[in-house]
């Protein structure tokens, strides 16, 4: 079977860097971007399977990017899952409008990552 290709977008760099090693211990293939237009750039020149996303990113931020993934005919299925220390309540229309697949409050449990990237194989 082969490996999911999972971008990682977070400008938390401990963060981003310490899920990064626990994906890639778990069998995972994975690439690492730490802010909006890089999250772009990196998932046109490779599209993702599943991009796990920060809201809060410099430069172009979490619902921009989803945004305009979904816009894009080669980029509109990947499997996008906000992991973000904003609650989707706060504005959940903006949320959904954005086209998250699933919406994740920080700090998340490893597990739940896990039990989501296994719908996506």
């Not at 994906?23 to 293939?29: M, R, S």
Request: hydrophobic content about 45%.
């Amino acid at each position: 079977m082969r490996q999911l290709y999972i971008l990682i977008a977070d400008d938390n760099r401990d963060l981003a860097w310490g899920l990064a090693l626990l994906l890639k211990l778990a069998g995972f293939d994975v690439e690492m971007v730490h802010d909006g237009r890089d999250a772009l750039r990196a998932a046109r020149a490779r599209r993702p399977d599943v991009l796990l996303l920060d809201i809060g990113l410099p430069g172009m931020d979490g619902f921009q990017v989803a945004e305009q993934m979904r816009n894009d005919p080669v980029l509109e299925d990947v499997f996008i899952i906000a992991i973000s220390g904003y609650d989707p309540d706060m504005f959940p229309e903006r949320s959904r409008g954005a086209g998250f697949d699933h919406h994740l409050v920080k700090p998340v449990e490893f597990r739940t990552i896990l039990s989501l990237l296994g719908r996506v194989r």
